[in-house]
């Protein structure tokens, strides 16, 4: 019943942009912490970005002043931008949610990731 659409991904020169897009649905998105991580074989998911209610943000520092993350709630969409890319930024990127039901049961979802490879 929860699902999280990601798409965006591609192939993409280094120096160039990208928009990744994170469509929700069958969850309370308002409410929800959002995030993108990113994963490269043989290494563990990373953080990349997270945006909670209101709008506050957190960025890894690999990644500071390149990329932004923004919500949509009216759409149920978190995008992530990002500029400047670089080869180490190629990764399957990873949509989150995070947040608590009206019953203030936790739940997190991932959605089925989308491939970003920057490369000449």
């Known amino acids: 019943q929860v699902r999280l659409v990601e798409s965006g991904g591609g192939l993409v020169q280094p120096g160039g942009s990208l928009t990744l897009s994170c469509v929700a649905s069958?969850?309370?998105?308002?409410?929800?912490?959002l995030g993108w991580y990113r994963q490269v074989p043989d290494k563990e998911r990373e953080l990349v970005s997270r945006?909670?209610?209101?709008?506050?943000?957190r960025y890894a520092d690999s990644v500071k002043g390149r990329f932004t993350i923004f919500r949509d709630n009216a759409r149920a969409t978190v995008y992530l931008q990002m500029h400047s890319l670089k080869p180490e930024d190629t990764a399957v990127y990873y949509c989150?949610?995070?947040?608590?039901?009206?019953?203030?049961?936790?739940?997190?979802?991932w959605g089925q990731g989308t491939q970003v490879t920057v490369s000449s």
């Open positions: 989150h949610i995070h947040g608590f039901d009206s019953g203030h049961n936790e739940y997190r979802y």
């Open positions: 069958g969850v309370n998105f308002l409410n929800a912490d």
């Open positions: 945006i909670y209610p209101g709008g506050p943000t």
